[in-house]
Every structure is written in structure tokens, then in C-alpha cells.
């Protein structure tokens, strides 16, 4: 099945935050025009012919102002009709306004904010005052209809209190959806507040387990995507697939690359919307050739991994970035990614083949019987939503 199509549009990477453990913001970052936003539209007419996701990405997207949003939303979509596009939004919420979230409704835009917990955890690692700003915004999307979700990051420290955190998003009735600080490549010490793909792959089974305990309380979409992805045999989330070439990005001036994570890295750029590079003329560049030679090394260094067909050796810039474009391994986080993915595994398949079906709930469970949930029980209360 082919992946959808996904632009991530940049329109600065200045950011307003100073989170301990941000490695992309940028203070000096250009803002884009709204002629780059025609030449985006322009470019992607022709480049593309299939549905396409576009994401506002940063930095902080909001800086770019209301007025940016009220001219760009039109051109695009008016521009880009035959291609069906769907809009979403990343942000910490702190720059919206009612007139923003007026705006961001109209066109129906999703809003993925960030939140690592309780305020106390939350601000001692992404700076005092963040949980404040970001749920007064949270506020003005709610009054407005929006709908927001929040990723957390969970650091080398904030581990340590992972039972607060998931309290923190089951009292509050917030869907959970994790992420592992990355190391920081433009801090002197990337690894302060990196989580360690070991006590990664811990805390994923940590919260398979939490999740059961509460399973229609709390969604942990992180546990959902993984379950789907090893029931269907394919990936669903970025992560997991070939993103290669079915993902790009359009940094300020209107450079193209390979995902956000790569934008104000000059040696990752492909091209620029103002040349209207076709998908052969992306091929050409060095970054594109880069991510396909990253394919082609899974392929061959996961061969013999069981769970390759829905794992593809995890995120390229994980893997490439701070080894400045050399391929020396697949994603750090394959430690975390094998221990989960066994884990589901193993009790998948003694749900529906083991002894241990008559217990959990598996397929070979007698009706009326009490059945202790299990990644069964995760699959069904997906597919009844
Ligand atoms: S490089 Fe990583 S973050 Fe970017 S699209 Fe690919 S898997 Fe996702
Ligand atoms: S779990 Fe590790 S070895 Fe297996 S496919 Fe993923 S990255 Fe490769």
C-alpha cells in the first residue's frame, strides 16, 4: 500500500520557548513570505497527483502571524483543490490568538501541542512559565472548537517520574502520545537530556502495561500505533515506513528536504520550491541519494530482524544526522523498538495461540468468561472507534 504524500511547511525556525533539550530552534531564522507560500502552491500542482497532508511545523509556527495564515490557508488549498488537502498544525500554543483559532477552524486544523507532564515537570525542563502559556492557548483552541493533542517528551530525568506523568494525562483526560528526547546536536553536551534507547524500550513496556490497567480511560496512541502497525504487518507512522521521497519539507526561503527535522541544514537540502524541481530533479541531490542509500542499508543490516517489514531500521535522521551524514548504523532507538515490538509479539501470540488465551481474552476464550485485557483488547477498542 503507498504512503500518503506529507509537506511539512516551516515558515521559521525561530521559537519564542527555550526548552533544555530543543535541538531545532533557531533565533535568527528568516520568517517566510507569502510569495514563498505561491511558490510552494505552484511547485506542488505539478510535483504531486495524489492527496496530500500539510503540516505547519517550526521553530514555533506561530510566529508567522495571523495575516500569514489568512493569506496562505486560501492559496493553497484553492491552489492545490485537486489534491485534497488536509491541514494540521504543531505548536506551543503560547502565540494564539481568538483570531488565529478562528482561522486554524475554519480549515478544520488538527493541533499537535506539547505538553512532558504536571507543571513542575514540565517547566523544569522546558523552561518556567511554558505550561502556563501553553494551556492559556489550549483555552482559546478549545473555546474555538479546535481539536489538540499533546505529545510528550520524556528526557533522561523526567523517566524517573514516568507514574506522575501518566497520572497526569489520565486525570486530565489527555490522550498520550510520547516522545524520547533526541540527542541535542547543537548543545555542548547532546546527551544531558536524551533518554537512553534502553530505558526507552522500558518505558514503552511500562506504559503497555499502564495502558491495560486502564484501557478505555486513557488512550496511549504510541502503544495503539505500534499494535496496529505489528498486527497489519506494515508501519502507520512515520518512523516505521520508507518516508523517503513520500515525505519533504519547505524550509523559510524555500528550500526543500527530506523531513522538518533536517531544515537549517545546509547539506540536507534537495532543491527549492522557486526552481519547481520535479521528483527526478530531487533525486539528483545528495540528501535524496542519502535517505535511499539509508533504505538500502536496512534492507541488508535488518534482514534477518523479524520485524523489519514494519520497523524499516526506524527514523533516517535518528540514524544519519549526528554522524554528519555517514551511515554507520540504523536508529539508535532499534534497542527500544526490538523490546517492544517482542514484547507485543510474544503476548499477542499467546493471546491467540497459548495456553494463556483462556485468561486473556484471546480467540480461543469461552463466552461470558472474565478476560483480563491484552493486546487483543487494545486492537478491538481500536477498531470499534
Ligand atoms: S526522517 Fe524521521 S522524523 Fe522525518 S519523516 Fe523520516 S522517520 Fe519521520
Ligand atoms: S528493530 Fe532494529 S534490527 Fe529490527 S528492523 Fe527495527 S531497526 Fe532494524
Known sequence: MKSPFHIMIIPTLGCPSKCHYCWSSDEGSPKMSIETVREIAEWLKDYQSDQVTITFHGGEPLLAGADFYRQALPILSESLHHL?????????????????????AEYHIPIGSSIDGPEEI??????????EKTMRGYEIAKAN???????CTFTCRSVERKEEIFNFFLQSGFPLKLHPALPSLRSNDPKEWALEPEAYGELLVYLLDKYLENLGRIEVMNINDLCRCIFIRRGTVCTFVDCMGTTLAVGPDG?????????????????????RPTRDDLARSDAWKLMHAFKEYVDRECGECPHIRYCRGGCPYNAIAPTNGEIRGVDPHCIAYKRIFDEITDRLNNEMFGAADMEMGGFGSPFGRRAKPGIMSILQTMATK
Open 255 to 275: 528550500s526543500i528536504y527530506p523531513c522538518y527535522r533536517f531544515v537549517g541544514m545546509p547539506e540536507y537540502v534537495m532543491g527549492n520550491v522557486y526552481d
Open 84 to 104: 485534497s488537502p488536509t491541514f494540521a498544525l504543531q505548536s506551543n500554543l503560547w502565540r494564539l490568538t481568538p483570531e488565529m483559532a478562528q482561522i486554524f
Open 122 to 131: 514540565n517547566d523544569l525542563q522546558r523552561g518556567k512559565g511554558y505550561f
Open 145 to 151: 472548537g479546535l481539536e489538540v493533542r499533546f505529545i
